[in-house]
């Protein structure tokens, strides 16, 4: 099958409960080691909520080939954008198109929320993500240092 056949059979869904287990496999390649019950037990805390949303990319095999979450991001100083909590492509379905069109979705979703930007944190190491952002259009605009404390 070409590539455009391939990136043609892909359907971009919401995630359901019975993608947990593919969705926790996917977060690893990420580097986010997670279980099925972790994925559920996060879902679960964005369940009810309009301002997250989860999307799987599925071939025509039925296969989850990839996911992107994304949220909306409200704050006093500046206008709602949604922000890419997460894009992953499966190592094997990666450069075939599978990416462009989560992130396509993503941004229709953005559009849907009335949401003018979509925004996203990469890693300094992932070089090829961050050329893979920059070739759909989005600006590098800053490298800032990320702090957290654990509670």
């Not at 979450?69 to 894009?87: I, M």
């Not at 499966?90 to 396509?104: H, I, M, W």
């Amino acid at each position: 099958m070409s590539e455009t056949a391939q990136v043609r059979s892909v359907v971009v869904r919401y995630a359901a409960e019975s993608d947990f287990p593919r969705l926790a496999e996917l977060a690893g390649q990420l580097t986010y080691p997670s279980t099925p019950a972790d994925v559920a037990r996060r879902m679960e805390g964005m369940r009810g909520s309009g301002d997250h949303a989860v999307f799987v990319a599925e071939n025509g095999g039925g296969e989850i080939v990839g996911f992107a979450g994304a949220f909306v991001n409200r704050t006093v100083e500046a206008d709602a954008r949604v922000e890419l909590s997460g894009l992953v492509v499966d190592e094997a379905a990666r450069s075939q198109g599978v990416g462009k069109r989560l992130l396509d979705r993503v941004e229709e979703w953005a559009r849907e929320k009335g949401c003018g930007a979509v925004g996203l944190r990469s890693n300094v190491i992932r070089e090829r993500a961050h050329a893979f952002y920059e070739r759909h259009g989005y600006k590098h605009l800053k490298t800032q240092k990320s702090f957290r404390k654990e509670l």
